[in-house]
């Protein structure tokens, strides 16, 4: 200091001052002294899949890849054909290349397993007679767990690898119905569900008459006073809240059921009178007078009453079915040729006897004459 500045005994006095004024602290000898704290660190959150696109090496000179420009993709060894992300993959199928190679896919599906969740089948559709593969394709993807997807141009079919890979991470409240919370959303929604009629005309609307009750009971010349409500709209309105609560399909279908059961109805009493018909004939075959079944006797109250304890699998009937078969009682030319049937049973009979008798009497002989010798 004294070579550049000189000897100034002014300039040491002022050093000597400041320093007494400010003395240096030392950080080793200082208790007092706070630490310095270092922030925390935070883990990121990891993505589940890659960033980019994940391409097989099979697909070089695919088309496709020059229309996937928002997203970013790389080759990679996979199994499928293209990764769009952690559980989901693309098999890439052309209809022209299934004609001539149909084993191809099979081979790439059973090489696939059970690898994904999402496992989509993007097929490009490049021939004018598709639908015989379309369906054999369809049945191979329900069997597989396959999500087939149609494209007609390799703009098409980029497009829905990207989408694929840009909603990877989306939740799904972006496709999911807006639930109305409130009384007020509710009510709107409610009285909006006749075609034409906005918000606007169901607030006039409530504000009218005060409740949903006195709106629905309202007369169509006093809902045509309402600002905003023409004729179309009252009209669409009284046709709503007066139709029946009963959806018109169901309504058909309980008709079509009706139908049925009185079509089966008439099949069992063309039944039974085919029964009827066929037993009559029969016993005019077999000679038998035509009677008439005996009446059937009244049930009692008792057997009212156990026939309705019991179900019908044990229920028993009143009369056996064997007691209500009509008795045959044969005619005049039937005693006869009865009586000549027993005749001649009777005369067999005797020449048996006879045939018996003389074999027995030679058996007899026979006997004697060993004993003789």
Known sequence: ????????????AAIDAVEKRHPTKSSAGDGSS???QQPTP?????????????VSPRQKGNPILNNVRSLPWEYSDIPADFILGATTCALFLSLKYHRLHPEYIYN???????????????????????????????????????TLILCWSAQEAGRYLELYKSYEHASPTSIRAHQSTTYRDKLVE??????????????????AFGSVRAAVNARPEEIGIIPGWGEKKVQRW???????????KAAKRGIELQGEESSISMARQDSLFEETAELAANQETIGTATRAFPPVEPVSTRERSQASATPDAERRPAKRLAEEVPVWEPGEDDEEALLAVAERERHNAQKTQKQDGALNAGVAAALAKLRRQ
């Open 108 to 146: 790439r599906i059973r090489n696939l397993g059970h690898k994904y969740n999402l496992r989509v089948l993007l097929t490009m559709v490049d021939i004018q007679n598709h639908e015989e593969p379309l369906k054999e394709l369809s049945k191979t993807s329900m069997v597989n767990n396959l």
């Open 190 to 207: 409610f009285v909006t569900t006749p075609r034409s009629i906005n918000t606007t005309d169901a607030t006039s609307l409530i504000s």
């Open 1 to 12: 200091m004294d070579d550049d500045f000189g000897d100034d005994a002014d300039f040491a």
């Open 238 to 248: 009284v046709a709503t809240v007066n139709e029946p609560f009963r959806v018109r």
């Open 42 to 54: 935070q883990a990121l959150p990891t993505r589940a899949g890659p960033s980019s696109i994940l």
């Open 34 to 36: 706070k630490k310095v």
